[in-house]
């Protein structure tokens, strides 16, 4: 079982930078892979990155490729987001995810669910 908590969240002017951190508990962490999803008012809930258990390879969204990377550090169960040159269409609210294979988080299948973090772009 794997418990997330997200934090990093916040309120940044367009073209600013975030880093997103989520800490997760369990011993099997390096055995998932992990993700980010965002929801905006509204809007249904969206796939943002992924990475796999090892970090040796990363997916994103076409909206946010180029400007976000996705990372882990397996020693300190803790993956990161780090989103530059933000738009204020990157508003939302941001969750951190799990599930044992890269593919289902880019399918929007993750098995575990952080509660989110709001990221707020103002112009």
């Known amino acids: 079982q794997v418990q997330l908590v997200e934090s990093g969240g916040g309120l940044v002017q367009a073209g600013g930078s975030l880093r997103l951190s989520c800490a997760a508990s369990?011993?099997?962490?390096?055995?998932?892979?992990m993700g980010w999803f965002r929801q905006a008012p509204g809007k249904e809930r969206e796939f943002v990155a992924a990475?796999?258990?090892?970090?040796?390879?990363?997916y994103y969204a076409d909206s946010v490729k180029g400007r976000f990377t996705i990372s882990r550090d397996n020693a300190k169960n803790t993956v990161y987001l780090q989103m530059n040159s933000l738009k204020v269409e990157d508003t939302a609210v941001y969750f951190c995810?799990?599930?044992?294979?890269?593919?289902?988080?880019?399918?929007?299948?993750?098995?575990?669910w952080g509660q989110g973090t709001q990221v707020t772009v103002s112009s």
């Open positions: 990475i796999t258990w090892s970090g040796g390879t990363t």
């Open positions: 995810a799990a599930g044992p294979l890269s593919q289902s988080i880019v399918a929007g299948r993750p098995s575990h």
């Open positions: 369990g011993r099997t962490f390096s055995s998932y892979a």
